[in-house]
């Protein structure tokens, strides 16, 4: 995993490095990190709070124990409700609304970073809705519906009763698409021309 690419922001590369390790190993097949946000306080941050968005979840990463440890606190998309950050003096406030539970927030997140993480955040919620319309979309097969036939009738009354039933599925096929104006038309003179 090359460091670099998530240094774009100013972010301090030896938490980078060190978060980005741990990530490694947690990542799913398919995934990748696409942006890392790094918590960084006015004076000294000794153990920063860091926010990692990936193409699958979003990844709060909490130092523990002076920083001898990490808490993960993981969202996959469809349990994020919304994201949300808030310029202050210091940074900005970035703020996660999860579908259940409550909020999680981290200060001190530099103001382009917490920008660049609303927007990255954002783009996989869009790709997550894009997904869920297109699931939406696909039709259903519906079964033809069944043919009623009538009570039998003298003769004479059964052969235009039933040449009008045969009228009717045709227009019914047509109206369906399920067969061309040409077909329809051939159809329906040669069932006229049986009256």
Do not use: H
């Not at 869009?126 to 519906?142: F, N």
């Amino acid at each position: 995993m090359q460091i670099e690419q998530y240094l774009t922001d100013e972010q301090d590369p030896k938490t980078a490095e060190k978060i980005l390790l741990k990530l490694r190993d947690m990542l799913t097949s398919g995934e990748a990190i696409v942006y890392l946000g790094i918590q960084k306080k006015p004076a000294v941050t000794l153990m920063p709070d860091c926010i990692a968005v990936s193409n699958k979840r979003l990844i709060f990463c909490l130092p523990g124990n002076l920083g001898l440890t990490t808490n993960f606190i993981t969202f996959n998309w469809q349990d994020i409700k919304e994201v949300s950050f808030k310029e202050e003096f210091f940074g900005s406030k970035f703020v996660a609304v999860p579908q259940k539970g409550e909020n999680i927030a981290i200060d001190y997140i530099p103001k382009v970073q917490a920008r660049k993480l609303y927007q990255y955040c954002n783009e996989q919620l869009e790709k997550l809705q894009e997904q869920k319309l297109q699931q939406q979309q696909i039709p259903e097969v519906k079964a033809p519906e069944p043919v009623v036939e009538a009570a039998p009738t003298p003769v004479a009354d059964m052969q235009e009763d039933e040449i009008t039933l045969k009228l009717q599925k045709l227009k019914t096929l047509f109206d369906k698409q399920l067969i061309s104006q040409e077909e329809y038309e051939a159809k329906k003179a040669d069932l006229l021309s049986q009256l």
